[in-house]
């Protein structure tokens, strides 16, 4: 919780500083509205890092990355409970597709037998909380302040690591790279990512938002193969069903295509 609360705090001051000019532009009306959305959608993004991180105390990486891969699926399937958007048959394709590389490529102990633990439970509660957050961040950019939201959603997730910090006592074991991690998590993974986040899901959608975020497991695959470590071809075949999986729902047939 401790570096939960540094990371979004720097990240939540990063953003600040970066949208004041436009927040100064902003109704205060829209400003507030904007922020307003960002705080529930920060509810669900930090329920999910949470829940993720105290799941990882009782299971394994490998069960911990498999299970946190479910939130590609249950976004269409939560969406068109939720909001009534049913995805195309292009995107159930690409998204069958893509589950199908990711349980090649997290799959745990590569495909040995998977027991379900409370870790396993906690990690299954995250991919839930992971999904609403793509839901409901793609509800409220399309409707506020693109600048709002994203700050709204990244300094509820400080506040509330903050305020744990009264049930977990701070600690923590100051080194250089300690706060290289702090800095680089709040300013690029945290804050440049999330606006970025944002911004695009202001122009698409969420199904294929969590499409796209199925690459992640292969850009991890590319970096270890890039420094070296032993690359097992399951997972490289798990890659190419997620690559294929986006094709088939980016590759339009004409430009008037959906």
């Known amino acids: 919780m401790y570096f939960l609360s540094l990371r979004f705090s720097l990240a939540s001051l990063c953003l600040l500083i970066l949208f004041l000019p436009a927040f100064r532009r902003l109704p205060r009306r829209r400003l507030i509205s904007g922020l307003r959305g960002g705080l529930l959608t920060g509810l669900f993004l930090w329920s999910g890092y949470v829940l993720q991180t105290f799941g990882l105390h009782y299971t394994s990486a490998g069960n911990s990355g498999f299970l946190t891969g479910l939130y590609i699926v249950l976004v269409p399937v939560i969406g068109a409970v939720v909001y009534r958007q049913r995805p195309s048959l292009r995107e159930i394709f690409g998204l069958a597709l893509a589950a199908a590389g990711m349980l090649l490529m997290t799959l745990p102990d590569g495909g040995s037998r998977f027991a379900i633990n409370f870790g396993d439970l906690l990690t299954i509660a995250c991919a839930v909380a992971f999904a609403f957050h793509l839901l409901v961040l793609g509800h409220f950019s399309k409707r506020e302040s693109v600048e709002?939201?994203?700050?709204?959603?990244?300094a509820c997730a400080g506040a509330l690591s903050t305020i744990?910090?009264?049930v977990e006592k701070p600690a923590a074991h100051w080194s250089g790279g300690v706060v290289m991690a702090i800095v680089l998590t709040a300013v690029f993974a945290?804050?440049?990512a999330f606006a970025l986040q944002?911004?695009?899901q202001k122009h698409t959608t969420p199904t294929r938002t969590a499409l796209i975020f199925a690459l992640e497991p292969v850009f991890a695959l590319v970096t270890a193969w890039f420094f070296g470590e032993a690359v097992r071809g399951v997972a490289v075949l798990g890659g190419a069903l997620i690559l294929a999986g986006i094709l088939a729902v980016e590759l339009r047939r004409g430009k008037g295509a959906a």
Not at 148 to 154: D, K, M
């Open 198 to 200: 944002t911004w695009g």
């Open 164 to 166: 744990s910090l009264a």
């Open 148 to 154: 709002a939201v994203a700050l709204g959603q990244i």
């Open 190 to 192: 945290t804050a440049l």
